[in-house]
C-alpha cells in the first residue's frame, strides 16, 4: 500500500526556517517524480515543487527561498523553507507524481509563520 | 506559465442533478489535465487523469472529457458524498498550476 506520511510542521516567525518531510512507503520511491502542494487556511491548492531525477522547479513564489530534496536510500522527500512570510502560512502536501496526475497525497503538516 | 479558470466557482446541485464543470486553459495542454476532489479537512484525491481517464474505485458518474484549451467534468448524478470542491490542475508544463476550484453544495 502507498502511503506518504508528512512531518516537520509548527510555528515559526518570519524570516525563520523549517524544514518538513514526506516519508513514502509501499512503492519504489527513486523512480517517481515527487511534488509539494500547499493550501492556505481557507484558500485553494496552490503548487510548490518537484524533483524528477535531477530535475527540480519551483513555482515564483518560493524559488530563491524554499529547497526541495530528497534521500532515495531513506526513501524521502524534504522541503527546507528559509526566509519564511505570513503568505506560507498553510497546510503543506506532498504527493507522488505520475505524469498525468498526483495520484497519491500525504495527509498534510501545518506550517504556521506568525510573531 | 498557464493559467487555469474553473467555472462555475460554486454550483448549488442536488442529490440526483447532472453537474458539470469546466477548466479553461491560457494556452494548449493537450490532454494533459487532471481534476480532484477534496472535502473539508482531507487531502485532494485524484479523479482523473490525462483529461478523461477514470482512476481506479472513482464511481463511473464521473467523467472527464476535452483537449487542448477547454475540459469538463461531469457528475451524471450526484451523489450526497460528492458535495466537495474540484480542482484541475495541468500537467503540460511547469510550473505545474491548479484552477482556483469549484465548490459543489447542497441546494
Known amino acids: 500500500e502507498v502511503q506518504l506520511l508528512e512531518s516537520g510542521g509548527g510555528l515559526v516567525r518570519p524570516g525563520g526556517s523549517l524544514r518538513v518531510s514526506c516519508a513514502a512507503s509501499?512503492?519504489?520511491?527513486?523512480?517517481?517524480?515527487m511534488s509539494w502542494i500547499r493550501q492556505a487556511p481557507g484558500k485553494g491548492l496552490e503548487w510548490v515543487s518537484v524533483?524528477?531525477?535531477?530535475?527540480?522547479f519551483y513555482a515564483e513564489p518560493v524559488k530563491g527561498r524554499f529547497t526541495i530534496s530528497r534521500d532515495n536510500s531513506k526513501d524521502t522527500l524534504y522541503l527546507q523553507m528559509n526566509s519564511l512570510r505570513g503568505e506560507d502560512t498553510a497546510v503543506y502536501y506532498c504527493a507522488r507524481e505520475d505524469w498525468v496526475g498526483l495520484d497519491y497525497w500525504g495527509q498534510g503538516t501545518l506550517v504556521t509563520v506568525s510573531s | 506559465d498557464i493559467q487555469l479558470t474553473q467555472s462555475p466557482s460554486f454550483l448549488s446541485a442536488s442529490v440526483g442533478d447532472r453537474v458539470t464543470i469546466t477548466c479553461r486553459a491560457s494556452?494548449?495542454?493537450?490532454?494533459?489535465l487532471a481534476w480532484y476532489q477534496q472535502k473539508p479537512g482531507k487531502a485532494p484525491k485524484l479523479l482523473i487523469s490525462?483529461?478523461?481517464t477514470l482512476q481506479g474505485g472513482v464511481p463511473s458518474r464521473f467523467s472527464g472529457s476535452g483537449s487542448g484549451t477547454e475540459f469538463t467534468l461531469t457528475i451524471s448524478s450526484l451523489q450526497p458524498e460528492d458535495f466537495a470542491t474540484y480542482y484541475c490542475q495541468q500537467l503540460n508544463s511547469y510550473p505545474r498550476t491548479f484552477g482556483p476550484g469549484t465548490k459543489v453544495h447542497s441546494k
Open positions: 509501499g512503492f519504489k520511491f527513486s523512480t517517481y517524480a
Open positions: 524533483i524528477s531525477g535531477r530535475n527540480i
Open positions: 494556452q494548449g495542454i493537450s490532454s494533459y
Open positions: 490525462a483529461a478523461s
